[in-house]
C-alpha cells in the first residue's frame, strides 16, 4: 500500500496497491527528490482512461519496473480531472516538444518541478519505434546521472518558453459579423458531408459548435448552418457512440462513420448533448432529437447520479467479458450467437438487421456495435421496442463498467442546465428536481462554509482541490439556466456570486482570463487556455455566464467582463472555429442582445414556457408574480400586469418592445 491509500480521487485509488511508491502531487513528493537527489516521474491519468488502464497493468504493477522506479524516482501520480491546473501546464509542455498529447500522460521533472523529458503511453517491450517504458526510464537515469547539466539547460529552457506564451486577450473588441462567416465559412470546410461532424478520425461530439451553428441559424436564418447541426445531430444519434439500448454517448468515435466509439461514458460529454438536442428539438422539432435528448438526461440520471444528488464523473470504457478478461466495450456488444440467446432465431435476425450486427462483426473477435444503419426500410416500432427492452434487460446481467463517482463541479454545472432545459421543455418536473438537487449539492458541499467552490467532492465530502475557472463558469450557467426554469432568484444570486469572485480572481488586464485564481498555487506557468475541447473552455464559459448574468441584472462590470473576454473570440474564432464553439455561441448572444424576457405571471405558466422555448441566441428568462418578484429577479422590477394577464416584456439594447399577454406574440418576438 503506497502513498495513494488516504486519497478521494478514484483513480489514485486504482494505483493505491501498486508496487510503485506513489506519491500524490505535494510540495512533500518535491522535497523528497530534492533531499535524494532524484527526478520526479509525474504520471497523469483519469479513471476511465483505457490507456491508462494498460499502462498501469503493463508497467506499473511490475515488480521489476517498480522495483527500478522506486530506486530512481520519486513517483508522483496526477488525476487530471481533480488538477486541471496541473494537467493542463504539463500538457502544453508535451504538445510543444512532440506535436502530440494525451493520456496517460508521461513527464519527467527536476525536484523543482520543471520538465526535460515527455511522453504518453510507453509500452512495456519497444515497438512501432516507440521505445519500451524501462529503456525510457533506463535513459532519463543515465541523461540524469552524467549529463545533469544538460538536463537542467533543457528545463530551464522548457520553463522560459511557456512562460513566453502568455497569451493576450486576442485583440480589440467583441467579434461582429465579419469574423462569424469567416468561422462559419472554416467550419463548411472541415464539414463531413457524407458522415456529419467536422474532420476525420477520431471523431468527437462536435456539442459546442452545434449550440453555436444552432444560434446563428435562430439570428439569421442560414439554412447551412441548421443542416451541418441537424445532420450531424442525426449521423451521432444513429450510430455507434451512442448507446442504442440504455442512452448516453460514448467520448468519441475512432472512425469518421461514428461506428465505433472509445467506450467511456462522460458526464461533461452527456449532459452537452444532451442540451444540445434539447436546443434541436426547440428549433426544428425533430422527433429523433427530442427521444435522443430525453434518453440522455434519463441515462445521467439513472446511471450517473450520486446517492448526495450529484452526478458521477464517468462510466469507464473496460469491463469483463464473457472470459473474465477486463476488455474495453465488453459491455456494450454483441455477436450474432448472442442475439440468438436472448431474442431466439426470428427476433434476433429482425434485431441483427435493424442494429447492423454481422458476422464478422464491427469491432472486434466477430462482435458489433449496435447502431442504425438505416437501411432496413420501415420497421414495426413495438416489435423494435420489445427487442431493445429484452436486449438492455440481458445486458444488464452483465459485469458493469466501474464508475467513477466523484462529483466535478463544472460538470455537474453543465448537467443542471441540461436537465432543467430539458425538464422544462417536455414536462418533466422531476429532471428539473434532480437539477435542483444537485445544484443544492454544490452550495452545500463545494462551497461550504469557505465560499470558494471546491473542484471536487466524493460521498458528500468536499475534496482538497480548489474550483477553476471552468467550475465557476460552468456552475453559474447550470445556476442562471435554473434559475430561469424555476422562477427562485436565489439562484440568480448564487451565480452573481460566483461570476464576482471570477472577477476578483481569475481576471488579468485587457479583459484575459486565467485558469487559476490570483491566489492559486503556483505552477511553472499559470495555465491560461481560451480554446474548448471537451468542454467549454474556461474562459469561453466564464464569458457566456458574465453576458446572461450582466443581462439579468444590469451590471456593466459583468457585461464588459464578458465583452473583454470575448476579444479572444475575435481573434480565434475565423482562424479555429472547432476549438471556440462556445465563445462563438456566446458572441451570438451577444450580437443579438441577449434579449431579456421578462414574465409577469406564473411560473410554468404559458408565457413562461413560451419564453423558454424562444429561439433567440442566449436569451435570459425571469419569471414571476406578485409584490416580491421584482426583489428575486431585477428583470421583473416594475413589470405590471396588462388588463390583470400574464405579461411578457422583452428587451435588448436598452430598448423594450410593448408588453403582450398573447403567447404567439411572444414566441414570434423570440423566434418560435
Known amino acids: 500500500m503506497n502513498r ?316 469483463e467479458d464473457a472470459d473474465g478478461r477486463h476488455v474495453e466495450g465488453a459491455y456494450y456488444v454483441w455477436t450474432p450467437a448472442q442475439l440468438r440467446e436472448v431474442l431466439g432465431e426470428d427476433d434476433a435476425a429482425f434485431a441483427a438487421a435493424y442494429f447492423g450486427v454481422t458476422e464478422k462483426g464491427t469491432f472486434e473477435e466477430g462482435a458489433s456495435v449496435l447502431r442504425l444503419p438505416g437501411d432496413t426500410g420501415p420497421v414495426d416500432a413495438a416489435r423494435v421496442a420489445d427487442v431493445r427492452g429484452r436486449l438492455l434487460a440481458a445486458r444488464e446481467e452483465r459485469p458493469r463498467p466501474g464508475l467513477d463517482d466523484k462529483v466535478v463541479a463544472a460538470w455537474n454545472g453543465l448537467a443542471i442546465a441540461a436537465l432543467a432545459e430539458t425538464g422544462a421543455y417536455f414536462d418533466r418536473p422531476d429532471l428539473v428536481e434532480r437539477a435542483t438537487e444537485a445544484a443544492d449539492l454544490l452550495v452545500r458541499v463545494h462551497l461550504g462554509e469557505v465560499a470558494r467552490l471546491a473542484r471536487t467532492s466524493k460521498d458528500g465530502q468536499a475534496g482538497d482541490n480548489a474550483g477553476v475557472l471552468e467550475d465557476y463558469g460552468d456552475v453559474a450557467e447550470g445556476f442562471l439556466t435554473l434559475a430561469a426554469v424555476t422562477g427562485e432568484g436565489a439562484w440568480l444570486e448564487f451565480a452573481g456570486f460566483l461570476l464576482d469572485i471570477v472577477l476578483e480572481q481569475f481576471t488579468g488586464e485587457g479583459g484575459q482570463l486565467y485558469d487559476t485564481a490570483h491566489d492559486a498555487e503556483q505552477l511553472i506557468r499559470r495555465p491560461q487556455d481560451p480554446t474548448d475541447s471537451a468542454t467549454p473552455s474556461g474562459w469561453t464559459a466564464a464569458a457566456g455566464a458574465l453576458l446572461s448574468y450582466a443581462a439579468y441584472t444590469g451590471s456593466e462590470a459583468h457585461r464588459s467582463a464578458a465583452e473583454g473576454a470575448l476579444g479572444v473570440v475575435k481573434a480565434l474564432g475565423p482562424r479555429v472555429p472547432r476549438f471556440v464553439g462556445w465563445g462563438l455561441a456566446v458572441a451570438e448572444a451577444l450580437l443579438d442582445g441577449p434579449r431579456e424576457v421578462a414574465v409577469a405571471g406564473p411560473v410554468g405558466g404559458e408565457l413562461h414556457r413560451t419564453a423558454l422555448l424562444g429561439r433567440a441566441p442566449g436569451a435570459v428568462v425571469a419569471a414571476g408574480e406578485g409584490p416580491g418578484a421584482g426583489a428575486e429577479f431585477p428583470l421583473l422590477v416594475d413589470r405590471p400586469l396588462v388588463g390583470g394577464e400574464p405579461t411578457a416584456y422583452v428587451c435588448r439594447h436598452f430598448v423594450c418592445d410593448a408588453p403582450t399577454t398573447d403567447a404567439g406574440e411572444l414566441a414570434a418576438k423570440l423566434g418560435g
Open 4 to 319: 495513494l491509500a488516504d486519497e478521494t480521487s478514484p483513480y489514485l485509488l486504482q494505483h493505491a496497491d501498486n508496487p510503485v511508491d506513489w506519491w500524490p502531487w505535494s510540495p512533500e513528493a518535491f522535497a523528497e527528490a530534492r533531499e535524494r537527489g532524484v527526478p520526479v516521474l509525474l504520471s497523469v491519468g483519469y479513471s476511465s482512461c483505457h490507456w491508462c488502464h494498460v499502462m498501469a497493468h503493463e508497467s506499473f504493477e511490475d515488480e521489476t519496473v517498480a522495483t527500478y522506479l522506486n530506486a530512481h524516482f520519486v513517483p508522483v501520480k496526477v488525476d487530471r480531472e481533480e488538477r486541471p491546473d496541473i494537467d493542463a501546464v504539463y500538457m502544453e509542455a508535451v504538445q510543444a516538444a512532440t506535436g502530440h498529447g494525451g493520456w496517460p500522460m508521461t513527464v519527467f521533472l527536476t525536484p523543482d518541478a520543471e520538465p526535460f523529458y515527455f511522453g504518453t503511453y510507453f509500452p512495456p517491450e519497444a515497438r512501432h519505434g516507440s521505445p519500451s517504458f524501462q529503456q525510457v526510464l533506463e535513459g532519463v537515469v543515465a541523461a540524469w546521472t552524467d549529463r545533469r547539466e544538460e538536463v537542467a539547460e533543457v528545463a530551464e529552457r522548457i520553463v522560459a518558453d511557456l512562460a513566453g506564451r502568455s497569451l493576450v486577450h486576442g485583440g480589440d473588441g467583441v467579434p461582429g459579423e465579419s469574423e462569424i462567416a469567416q468561422a462559419l465559412l472554416g467550419l463548411t470546410r472541415e464539414y463531413d458531408e457524407q458522415h456529419g461532424g467536422f474532420g476525420g478520425a477520431p471523431k468527437f461530439p462536435p456539442s459546442m459548435v452545434v449550440e453555436f451553428l444552432l444560434r446563428h441559424y435562430a439570428r439569421t436564418g442560414s439554412e447551412g448552418a441548421l443542416q451541418m447541426a441537424a445532420d450531424t445531430c442525426s449521423a451521432m444519434a444513429r450510430g455507434g457512440i451512442y448507446d442504442q439500448l440504455g442512452g448516453g454517448f460514448a467520448r468519441y468515435s475512432v472512425d469518421r462513420e461514428w461506428v465505433v466509439p472509445h467506450f467511456e461514458k462522460m458526464l461533461y460529454d452527456n449532459a452537452l448533448l444532451c442540451r444540445v438536442y434539447a436546443h434541436l428539438w426547440r428549433t426544428t422539432g425533430s422527433d429523433e432529437a427530442r427521444r435522443i435528448a430525453l434518453e440522455t438526461a434519463d441515462f445521467m440520471v439513472r446511471e450517473l447520479r450520486t446517492a448526495e444528488g450529484g452526478f458521477a464523473s464517468a462510466l469507464d470504457a473496460d469491463s
